[in-house]
């Protein structure tokens, strides 16, 4: 679990998790991979502007989201977490006061 503690539910048959833990990660039912690829939408992501923490973080949890809800392949999905790695560490590198 996120705390650290162990989870003390019996895990699914050929699954790392539990039945709670599995639904969570999104593992309890995988589509097959031509479904999947179905739901892939040709409309971008859009972002927002990258300029502060707040924006990096609101740009992860929709990349977050539109990976887990099958509109963005895994592909492209790393490629914009790594994007947004790399501004997270530019925000890192700039003097905070002007």
């Known amino acids: ?3 650290g503690r162990k989870c003390h539910a019996p895990a ?5 998790y539990c039945y709670f833990h599995a639904r969570l990660h999104g593992l309890a039912v995988v589509p097959s991979p031509t479904r999947a690829r179905a739901r892939i939408s040709d ?16 740009a992860l949890a929709q990349v977050s989201d539109a990976l887990r809800s099958a509109q963005l ?16 560490q530019n925000l890192e590198r700039e003097p905070t006061s002007l």
Not at 12 to 16: A, I, M, S, V
Not at 76 to 88: D, E, H, K, V
């Open 1 to 3: 679990m996120t705390n």
């Open 12 to 16: 699914l048959r050929g699954k790392p």
């Open 43 to 58: 409309k971008p992501v859009q972002l927002p502007l990258l300029e502060d923490r707040n924006s990096i973080r609101i």
């Open 73 to 88: 392949d895994p592909r492209r999905a790393g490629l914009m977490l790594y994007a947004l790695q790399i501004a997270s």
